[in-house]
Antibody
């Protein structure tokens, strides 16, 4: 059974870079049927898709964040990562990693989420 | 970006009631729509994909319908464990976008 687990600092200073990693267990990140995505949710608000990566390293980003986002994959560690630069308080949110079934665009497996607060 | 709207934003219903949520896309997305359930403090859970297909293991009281720009999500008989916020999500075009959510409570 595939599971995803986010990890990374819970507190980031304004203007710095937020860095999170998602570790995939119970299956290979190189499985051809899936993309791997990041989604965030500010407290009490809705869900915002950040971007996705394929095991080959091919990426797509939300244009609203594209200038600040980098998603990368490390197949040897079965992990993928998120970097969001020049963060502000508006980037404070729960960040989820999720498996995206490319055939239907559905996020079928999610990590538990990790809270990231941007504050000095 | 494709904008997704949902109505109502919240509702209260009794156990056993039929609950219906609507989702509207700002343009035709054929049937490229999914529904998720999110309980407080938890990650979203996929319930319905491709507008009307029930994800494996999801109770049959949940269903979805629609195509084009208008979609409906139904709980045929509300149960206490269904208290959650429900989101629609389109995948016709990048970026993927979600509706604002519908919070369902027990009356």
């Amino acid at each position: 059974q595939v599971q995803l687990q986010e990890s990374g600092p819970g507190l980031v200073k304004p203007s710095q870079t937020l860095s999170l990693t998602c570790t995939v267990s119970g299956g290979s990140i190189s499985s051809g049927s899936y993309y791997w995505s990041w989604i965030r949710q500010p407290a009490g608000k809705g869900l915002e898709w950040i971007g996705r990566i394929y095991s080959s390293g091919s990426t797509n980003y939300n244009p609203s964040l594209k200038s600040r986002v980098t998603i990368s994959v490390d197949t040897s560690k079965n992990q993928f990562s998120l970097k969001l630069s020049y963060v502000t308080a508006a980037d404070t949110a729960v960040y989820y990693c999720a498996r995206l079934y490319s055939g239907t665009g559905r996020f079928d497996i999610w990590g538990q989420g990790t809270m990231v607060t941007v504050s000095s | 970006d494709i904008q997704m709207t949902q109505s109502p934003s919240s509702l209260s219903a009794s156990v056993g009631d039929r609950v219906t949520i609507t989702c509207q896309a700002s343009q035709d997305i054929t049937n490229y729509l999914n529904w998720y359930q999110q309980k407080p403090g938890k990650a979203p859970k996929l319930l319905i994909y491709d507008a009307s297909n029930l994800e494996t293991g999801v109770p049959s009281r949940f269903s979805g319908s629609g195509s084009g720009t208008d979609f409906t999500f139904t709980i045929s008989s509300l149960q206490p464990e269904d208290i959650a916020t429900y989101y629609c999500q389109q995948y016709d075009n990048l970026p993927f976008t979600f509706g604002p959510g519908t919070k369902v409570d027990i009356k």
